[in-house]
Structure formats: C-alpha cells, structure tokens
C-alpha cells in the first residue's frame, strides 16, 4: 500500500472505530480538525519553517501528545478553551470548540496517528482529499443536518467552469458552508493559468472572502482551505462570522459563487424603508434592496446583486420559488432583469441534494452599469430536470453529466450559442427566451419548461424502481417539510426556530 493509501485507510479506519462508540462522523472529523491545526502550528514553528506562532503556554502539541489517561482529557479541554480565546484563523478554529471523544485511550490513538505524519509537508491534493473525503461522509450522515453546508462538488465544478474565474480577482460566497467554490476556483486558476509570485501570492491570501454563522461549519470551512493551501495560518481570517444578509459591509467583488441555505423563511424581516419599526429587534434595514421581505433566498439574491462590483460575475443556486413566486419574488426579477444581464438558467433535477426533494436552479447574471433600458436581452435555459433521475448513492450526479450544459454555455464565447430546440427536435433540452417573451408572462415567471415528462405518457419509460421509491420518498418529505413552513408561518416563527 503507498503511503498516500496508507494514510487515507489510517484516517478513516479511527471514523469507523469511533462510530461504534457513538461519535458521529461531524465529531470526528471536528476532533481530527483541532489536532491537525495543532500539529501543523508545532511542524511550522519549528525548522525549516521557524514561524513564532503564538500559542497560549501548556496548550502546544508537545504538551499534549505527552499526556494519556484522565490527565490527557483534561489537558485537552483546556487547551481547546485556551486556544478559542486566540486571535485570528487558530481563534476562528477553535470557536465554541469542545472534546467528543469521551474515552481518553481513544483520543491518545488519534494523537497519536496525527503525530506520526508531516502533515506540512505533505502535498495539498493529498490533504485536501483526505479532508474533503470526511466532509462528503459527514454530508451524507443525514442525521447530522451537515448536508445542507455541502454543495455537490460536481455541479460547483460545472459552475466554474462556466465563469471561468482568472487570476488577481476577488471571489465571495455569503453563505460559504465548507468552503467549496473556493476549492474548485482555486483549482480552476491553478490548472488554467501560469502563475508567477505576485499571483501565486493573491490567490493565496487576497482573492477569498465569505460569511458563514455556524462555528462547526466555518471552522471546517477555513481547515478545508488551509488544507489545499489557501490561508497562512497565523493570518487573519477570511471567513466572517457574520450574518451577511444584516448590512452591506461595502466591500465589492469580481465574482460570486454561492449556494445560499434553503428554507424559505427567515428569521427576521429586511427593510429598506427609513423609519419602519424594528419587530423584536429582528428587522434589518437593508437600503440597498429593492424589496422587502422574509423570504432568505430573494433576501440573498439581492446580496448577491449588491456584493458585485459594476463588471461582476455571479453563480448562484436558487430554489424554484424564486423563479415564479408572486408579490416580492416579482419585483426581485424584474430588477435584475432590468439592473443586471441574467444570461443563463440551469434547472437542476431532483436527488442530487441532501435535503431531499430540493428543486433548484443555477442563476448565471452579470451585472451593469445603470441604464434606461433592461440590461437582459435574451435568457437561455438548459433543462437538466424533466426525465432525468438521480440519487445520492447509486446514481450521484458526476461532472460529466453536466458537460452537454458547458458545452452549450460555450464559456469561450456567450455571444455564438445555438439552440439544441426547434420545432423539429422539440426534445432539444437549450433554448432561448426573449427579453419581451419574459415580461410578458404572469409575474414574470422565470420557471420556463417545455420538455414532456414521459413517465407520465409512457410507463415502459419509468425508472428503476429504486430510483422512483427514492423519488416518492423525496416528494413526501419536500411536502412536509412545505406544511412545517406553512405552519411556521400561521405560528409567527421561522422553520429554524
């Protein structure tokens, strides 16, 4: 076995070990997180590195790796408060940061194992594909919730490669989860353009910046990064603590790419009217949105618009009641329509989130100057839904399965697209709208299809039956989790709460 192997069977025979014990892949990996950083704080702060990285005394890795029994776990817990209390990324990491692993001869394995490697030295692919490994098996531990922070890096992939990100410019995501637009830009640049030092240097500590509120999640947002060579780590974070949707910091970036949370309500209600009064302290009062409301996704959309600067790019994944619902969701298309150039939709199929029954679109729009005139001209739509049928683990979806879509994206050149649809092969999945053919329709609804679903025409085409048991499965659960939203609403509070 090499030693890449070796090492990547090491990490995840300690999951397997501790599962039966009862700690969660989330745990473990939150564990493995704090005793990584420490490590690797210990390998660059001595030779060839010599960094002076402050760290409280008696909380080192020398320190700890020489405890065992009651007086390990003890010493850990310590440390991992100690070093919560520390500024800049060795703080952010051990935010809110507590010992899972009850048993202290288990603790001392992993300490163990962590001690035995150079982590420093060892290439970024690997690291990062030990880690990313861990973050994909946490996701689809359903019962930890950690799937609603994970993107399918497939289809952050084809949304990259159809920005095509360049060197030297700044890239956001408000709603970061485990840091996976940053992953596939950095790969992106690194494998698409030579880099000489001063944008090596850039890319490294100056193109990254985003928000994400939840402490486990942002800890193994900034690990992952650090991991695959993003970051110093004793410099200052990049990930904010945040809410990005309370006010508009007034920094402006060349692209954003984000996922933002789904769950239609939000806890709190964005303003942008002057001298309405705040409810429960929980109104925000945002002059830079068009429109007022409690829906997050509309409330992150106009984010979005605000964060690019005049020539800025964005991707976004958006469920569908931002493309057809009424009242606010109205107003929100129509002025990006008007403010911005919304070029591209991309509808997703079903069974490729890990919140199940999920229905969702990729948004491709680049912003404008002010102008008179709408700044879209024409939306093209690729549906990659109707009569496609996926799942989380027979049938993943993989990057190759979007490559049609990149293909006819054509990143190279927007302007010389054409159409896979026409009245003669109505079964074309790309096809193009008007400006004029949009408007015109019932609330400018965006939620444009014209495939025929044929498993409603034609039983010989229904699917496996493990794929359509999965697909019922998901529309129930989609459903309840529509009346746990109604019923939120009638009660006066969000689904989070």
């Known amino acids: 076995m090499s030693n890449e192997a070796s090492i990547v069977s090491k990490v995840w025979s300690f999951a397997n070990i501790l599962r039966d014990d009862g700690v969660s892949y989330g745990d473990y990996l939150e564990q493995l997180t704090y005793l990584l950083f420490l490590k690797m704080v210990d390998e660059f702060a001595k030779p060839p590195y010599n960094r002076k990285i402050s760290v409280p005394e008696g909380c080192d890795w020398e320190t700890l790796k020489n405890e065992s029994g009651a007086a390990l776990e003890s010493r850990y817990n310590k440390t991992l408060k100690e070093l919560s209390n520390v500024k800049g990324i060795l703080g952010q990491i051990f935010t809110k940061s507590q010992n899972k692993i009850q048993d202290p001869s288990k603790l001392y394995k992993i300490i163990d194992m962590v001690d035995k490697e150079k982590w420093s030295m060892m290439g970024a692919d690997l690291k990062g594909k030990i880690y990313e490994g861990l973050l994909e098996k946490n996701a689809e531990d359903t019962k930890s919730g950690a799937g609603q922070y994970f993107t399918p890096r497939a289809l952050i992939q084809a949304m990259v490669a159809c920005v095509q990100p360049e060197p030297m410019k700044t890239i956001t995501d408000p709603a970061c989860g485990t840091g996976g637009f940053f992953l596939a830009a950095y790969d992106y640049i690194i494998n698409n353009h030579h880099l000489d030092r001063e944008q090596k240097e850039f890319l490294k500590n100056k193109t990254f910046y985003g928000n994400e509120i939840v402490a486990n999640t942002r800890r193994m947002c900034l690990m992952n990064m650090f991991l695959h060579n993003i970051g110093e780590i004793d410099g200052e974070t990049f990930i904010s603590s945040a809410d990005a949707l309370v006010s508009d910091e007034g920094k402006r970036f060349d692209y954003v790419l984000a996922n933002p949370p789904f769950g239609k309500k939000s806890s709190m209600t ?166 004029e053919e949009v408007i015109e329709r019932d609330k400018t609804n965006l939620d444009i299809f014209w495939l025929k679903d044929k498993s409603l025409a034609d039983l010989d085409n229904l699917p496996d039956p493990d794929i359509l048991a999965n697909e019922i499965i998901e529309n129930i659960e989609a459903g309840l989790e529509s009346f746990k939203e109604i019923m939120a609403t009638l009660n006066g509070k969000s689904v989070e709460d």
């Open 270 to 435: 964005i303003t942008n009217e002057e001298g309405e009064q705040e409810k429960e302290d929980l109104v925000y009062n945002r002059q830079d949105f068009w429109v007022t409301t409690s829906n997050k996704q509309l409330n992150f959309l106009q984010h979005i618009r605000t964060l690019l600067k005049e020539t800025g790019v964005a991707a976004v994944v958006l469920p569908d009641n931002v493309l057809f619902e009424g009242g606010a969701g109205e107003t929100v298309r129509k002025e990006l329509l008007k403010t911005t150039e919304l070029h591209t939709i991309l509808r997703l199929p079903t069974g490729i989130f890990y919140r199940p029954g999920v229905k969702a679109n990729v948004l491709f729009f680049d912003n404008k100057p002010g102008a008179k005139d709408s700044w879209t001209k024409e939306i093209w739509f690729y549906d990659y839904r109707t009569n496609i049928h996926h799942t989380l683990k027979k049938k993943p979806l993989a990057f190759n399965d979007l490559e049609k879509f990149i293909k006819c994206y054509n990143p190279t050149n927007r302007n010389n697209r054409v159409e896979t649809w026409s009245e003669s092969n109505p079964e074309g999945r790309w096809r193009k709208f008007t400006y």
